[in-house]
């Protein structure tokens, strides 16, 4: 009889061998279907972002050659605000924006944000009077340039609003945005860029193209298949640019949709003077990208780059909204002011 015991007490040690097996299966099951379920997100992850990135709505990474690793951190909208010494409600931070048309129209329509950002000052530089536009949360600072092209007008609030008292000795930073866009983060993130910029020498800041362009002449090729400029003006700027001594096309392109500044930043005024004084001639391109890029090697000054994507910092309007004909120019006629004419 004693074998046949020996037999009975092996049979639950077989069972549970067994059922310890079908458990380590179906772990093992799991484990797998865990793992393609996340190489799956991961794979729709790339493509959302891929898609958004051909659309132009991520900026890349800055490179941390760019400013110092301690300064690079990407900029949470929801984390406090650190103590700082100046208070923005005593000298605020300024978003600058542009408009000018022969009709309003014509005009990119501009949004009233100034009830989300109440410590901040808007103002939009334009050529036309408080009967002809209303711009609520706005205040306007009226030109009466003779520039023969209405781009270029807008350009100069782009680039030399500093030279208004108003703005340089009474906006902390500088915040410029096309009209297309308004402020999507909220006051903490743009206070803690703003002191990214305070700290940075040449004190202005900049997002990287999306599509990475290198070069001049990749910028170039990109304005001709958007219809933002026509040949002859490309042709003219590209002569012009081959022509210096210090020519190089060999240079990172950046956006100017948006840019951030000290307007009391020495440098800066430099640069952009020097830009304008080429840019205000209206000879050629009336693109604003290329030149800046040319400047910027020509003066060896680099911006600080934006540590966050951009569509994360503002919001861009849909092109069903876009002003003077979605911003597409087949001549010169398209971009002429008919009050100088």
Same mark, same amino acid.
């Given at each position: 009889?004693?074998?046949?015991?020996?037999?009975?007490?092996?049979?639950?040690?077989?069972?549970?061998?067994?059922?310890?097996?079908?458990?380590?299966?179906?772990?093992?099951?799991?484990?797998?279907?865990?793992?393609?379920?996340?190489?799956?997100?991961?794979?729709?992850?790339?493509?959302?972002?891929?898609?958004?990135?051909?659309?132009?709505?991520?900026?890349?990474?800055?490179?941390?050659?760019?400013?110092?690793?301690?300064?690079?951190?990407?900029?949470?909208?929801?984390?406090?605000?650190?103590?700082?010494?100046?208070?923005?409600?005593?000298?605020?931070?300024?978003?600058?924006?542009?408009?000018?048309?022969?009709?309003?129209?014509?005009?990119?329509?501009?949004?009233?944000?100034?009830?989300?950002?109440?410590?901040?000052?808007?103002?939009?530089?334009?050529?036309?009077?408080?009967?002809?536009?209303?711009?609520?949360?706005?205040?306007?600072?009226?030109?009466?340039?003779?520039?023969?092209?209405?781009?270029?007008?807008?350009?100069?609030?782009?680039?030399?609003?500093?030279?208004?008292?108003?703005?340089?000795?009474?906006?902390?930073?500088?915040?410029?945005?096309?009209?297309?866009?308004? !402020?999507?983060? #909220?006051? =903490? %993130?743009?206070?803690? +860029?703003?002191?990214? $910029?305070?700290?940075?020498?040449?004190?202005?800041?900049?997002?990287?193209?999306?599509?990475?362009?290198?070069?001049?002449?990749?910028?170039?090729?990109?304005?001709?298949?958007?219809?933002?400029?026509?040949?002859?003006?490309?042709?003219?700027?590209?002569?012009?640019?081959?022509?210096? !001594?210090?020519? #190089?096309? =060999? %240079?990172?392109?950046? +956006?100017?949709?948006? $840019?951030?500044?000290?307007?009391?930043?020495?440098?800066?005024?430099?640069?952009?003077t020097s830009m304008w004084e080429r840019y205000s001639l209206e000879l050629d391109s009336w693109r604003d990208q290329p030149l800046w890029a040319f400047m910027l090697r020509r003066h060896e000054v680099a911006p600080k780059v934006? !540590?966050?994507?951009?569509?994360?910092?503002?919001?861009?309007?849909?092109?069903?909204?876009?002003?003077?004909?979605?911003?597409?120019?087949?001549?010169?006629?398209?971009?002429?002011?008919?009050?100088?004419?």
């Amino acid at each position: 009889s004693f074998p046949r015991i020996k037999l009975i007490t092996m049979i639950p040690r077989v069972k549970t061998k067994a059922k310890t097996n079908r458990t380590n299966a179906l772990l093992y099951i799991c484990a797998v279907a865990m793992v393609c379920w996340s190489a799956y997100k991961l794979t729709i992850f790339a493509k959302v972002v891929d898609r958004h990135d051909r659309r132009g709505m991520l900026s890349t990474t800055p490179d941390p050659t760019a400013f110092n690793q301690s300064e690079w951190k990407v900029v949470n909208s929801q984390r406090k605000l650190k103590a700082t010494t100046i208070n923005p409600k005593d000298q605020p931070i300024c978003f600058i924006s542009c408009g000018y048309s022969d009709t309003a129209a014509e005009l990119d329509p501009l949004s009233d944000v100034h009830d989300r950002y109440p410590d901040f000052k808007f103002f939009i530089f334009t050529n036309l009077k408080d009967k002809e536009w209303k711009t609520p949360g706005w205040e306007k600072i009226i030109t009466d340039f003779t520039f023969r092209r209405r781009i270029t007008h807008s350009r100069y609030g782009k680039f030399l609003a500093w030279k208004y008292d108003k703005i340089r000795n009474n906006c902390r930073i500088v915040y410029f945005m096309d009209p297309v866009l308004e !402020p999507r983060a #909220n006051g =903490t %993130t743009f206070v803690e +860029l703003a002191e990214m $910029i305070e700290a940075y020498e040449p004190g202005f800041m900049q997002f990287r193209h999306p599509r990475k362009r290198k070069s001049l002449m990749q910028e170039f090729e990109g304005i001709a298949m958007a219809k933002k400029d026509y040949a002859e003006n490309l042709e003219k700027t590209t002569n012009w640019m081959k022509a210096q !001594p210090d020519f #190089n096309d =060999t %240079t990172n392109i950046f +956006l100017n949709q948006c $840019i951030g500044y000290n307007p009391r930043s020495k440098i800066f005024q430099r640069l952009t003077t020097s830009m304008w004084e080429r840019y205000s001639l209206e000879l050629d391109s009336w693109r604003d990208q290329p030149l800046w890029a040319f400047m910027l090697r020509r003066h060896e000054v680099a911006p600080k780059v934006f !540590p966050i994507s951009w569509w994360k910092l503002f919001k861009k309007k849909p092109p069903t909204e876009h002003g003077h004909n979605n911003h597409e120019y087949q001549s010169e006629a398209d971009v002429r002011s008919n009050t100088v004419f």
